[in-house]
């Protein structure tokens, strides 16, 4: 600690207290600029192989592949922070618990320190957002150094030494772990209350790299709400500048996974419209909202270094921009798609239409060949969970005000379903209440039987479901309190770019790059230029208010996804009275926010 500059004492206190209860052999403090050593470490040590010159690929165990929800936890001291989606314990019962786990169980590994911030250097936000992730796995600190922003002076000199995250991840033996059985000994736990993060039996993602969902969302809501200042959302964040007016906007939302939230945040304007708007990236996962206090106004930022993408289905035409963030020389890390060692190149399922045609030297993600399977094996190429982790900077289309401490001010949050029918393809909300009551009965289409029945959403309140830290009312109040509290309204919107045609299924709306087209609709509300038309659950726009020029879109399908069926809806209020009924403490506002909206449903000709 003292060689590599690590002065703050409430942190050396940390890591010599988990030093001892791991066992580990050897303590190695980390820097961003340590990055080209570790990964030369790490392929010497075969836990990286080459995928061509620039990029590394990496396999995690095949038992652990994706985020467990039944195994993670929020504990705090006090019952009251219990609601129905955090797994809450106490924390009385879950410390000792991790604690034992944990017991040497990093025997005969180093023991890494990554000190980071989960936010741009002097943001506002910045007193929340330094933590030390402790870790027994070099390739969690590889990880790490791409999706946070890593190194001691992030620590040294904090005003209070001993406000940091204590992020503890402790591999354990994978092979024992009873992964998904009724023996699982994995446990993956936020005691929230004294910004501790105890992690045991998992080396992958958010299981693993403590900084992005453990820190950024779980803990930094729990943050949030108990300090009164802000809030940690699931969000992507972007911004549209309109070259004509010289105007600047900031969109931020949050979409349940596999909704195309990445695709949204990296998104090219359409060819017709780019001469006029430009669209940059800030983020795809993680906003923290905040009201600035100058100005008065709802201000956001993406507390996130880096991207970890969800591989499959990226190509040129779904997000040509991830792809050019993971080309050669960018340092990305993809783990658990197809590889070929003999070429360095990298597949997965929609990657291409087809699969390669030359099966020589590819391996699959568990690594084995596929030149061996047989004819009938339809197993994919790739895990479905196969991921790339790349900095934003190599994303083209990145913001150039990206690392600014001062984040951005936002126009519009949206909310992104993924619903065959009754969602049209954007309505507006302008009223607060009936905004936050519209994030809080977001939801996707259930998938398959065992997730619900047809037609019945899985409800993913503001797609926050898995990082939930404390009680949905209260999360509701903290809602309406932040956002509530700023001079200058965002306007909210519900979107959907997955709309069917009822017989031949066909998508109504051609989504991707023309996603742009209502967006620009909303903020042209939001300005006063458009009126659009009014209905009990929003504002939809009128079919010339709609920017359409290039887009292939037969009429009738445009008049589906531009009107409401009223009967779907009215069937939709039931099952979101059931689902609002199941939380404790859910302001009256939002209930009032519901029975407005069924009662104006009800009165509808
Ligand atoms: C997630 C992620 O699991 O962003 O949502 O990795
Ligand atoms: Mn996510």
């Known amino acids: 600690m003292d060689e590599a500059g690590l002065t703050n004492p409430k942190v050396r206190e940390f890591v010599k207290e988990y030093a001892e209860l791991t066992g580990a052999d050897r303590i190695e403090v980390v820097n961003a600029s340590d990055d080209a050593r570790l990964l030369e470490e790490a392929v010497a040590a075969g836990e990286l192989e080459k995928a061509g010159e620039g990029r590394y690929y990496s396999r995690s165990y095949h038992k652990d592949t994706a985020r467990s929800e039944e195994r993670t936890i929020v504990a705090t001291s006090d019952e009251k922070d219990r609601g129905v989606y955090n797994n809450w314990r106490h924390s009385s019962e879950m410390k000792p618990k991790l604690h034992d786990l944990m017991r040497g169980a990093s025997a005969g590994k180093t023991m890494y320190v990554v000190p980071y911030l989960m936010a741009p250097a002097g943001n506002a936000l910045a007193p929340w957002a330094a933590g030390v992730e402790i870790t027994d796995t070099r390739t969690v600190v590889l990880h790490m150094i791409r999706m946070a922003r890593v190194g001691v002076q992030f620590v040294n000199d904090l005003e209070d030494p001993g406000h940091f995250v204590k992020a503890v991840h402790v591999t354990g033996d994978l092979e024992n772990l009873g992964q998904g059985t009724d023996g699982d000994k994995r446990y993956f736990v936020t005691v929230a209350d004294e910004r501790t993060i105890l992690h045991f039996g998992s080396s992958y993602g958010g299981n693993a790299l403590l900084g992005k969902i453990a820190h950024g969302l779980r803990q930094g809501a729990y943050d949030g709400w108990a300090s009164k200042k802000f809030l940690a959302e699931q969000y992507m964040l972007i911004g549209i500048d309109d070259k004509e007016t010289g105007r600047r906007y900031h969109i931020c939302g949050g979409f349940p996974s596999a909704s195309g939230k990445t695709n949204l945040a990296m998104m090219a ?125 190599n ?111 066909h998508f109504l709306w051609p989504g991707y790059r023309d996603n742009l087209r209502p967006l620009l609709w909303l903020l042209q509300l939001k300005n006063g230029e458009v009126k659009g038309r009014r209905t009990a659950v929003g504002i939809i726009p009128t079919e010339e208010e709609l920017d359409l020029e290039g887009v292939d879109i037969a009429p009738e399908d445009l008049d589906r996804i531009l009107s409401i069926d009223k009967a779907r809806w009215q069937q939709e209020m039931g099952f979101r009275e059931e689902h609002l009924g199941q939380f404790d403490r859910m302001p009256e506002e939002i209930w009032e926010a519901h029975r407005r909206v069924a009662a104006e449903l009800d009165s509808e000709v």
């Open 269 to 393: 304007a359409p060819d017709a419209l780019g001469d006029r708007y430009h669209v940059s990236f800030y983020g795809d996962d993680i906003a923290w909202l905040w009201v600035e206090e100058e100005s008065g106004k709802l201000y956001g930022m993406n507390p996130e270094y880096g991207v970890f993408g969800v591989a499959k289905d990226t190509n040129e035409n779904t997000n040509p921009n991830a792809l050019a963030s993971v080309g050669h020389g960018t340092d990305c890390i993809f783990t658990n798609v197809a590889y070929n060692p003999t070429t360095g190149e990298v597949w997965w399922e929609g990657r291409t239409k087809e699969k390669p045609r030359d099966r020589h030297g590819w391996l699959d993600w568990t690594g084995s060949p596929v030149a061996d399977r047989k004819d009938d094996d339809t197993a994919p190429w790739a895990h479905p969970n196969s991921r790339f982790t790349t900095t934003l900077a």
């Open 395 to 505: 994303v083209p289309n990145i913001a150039q005000d990206y690392d600014a401490p001062m984040g951005v001010p936002i126009d519009a949050i949206i909310f992104g379903g993924r619903t065959r029918d009754r969602e049209p393809l954007i309505r507006a909300i302008t009223d607060l209440a009936e905004g936050v009551y519209d994030g809080l009965t977001l939801g996707a289409e259930a998938t398959s039987a065992a997730e619900g029945k047809e037609g019945i959403l899985r409800y993913d309140p503001m797609s926050n479901r898995p990082f939930m830290a404390y009680g949905e009312g209260d999360y509701a109040r903290h809602y309406l309190d932040v956002v509530g509290a700023a001079t200058d309204q965002p306007i909210f919107a519900h979107v959907n770019w997955f709309q069917r045609d009822a017989e031949d299924g």
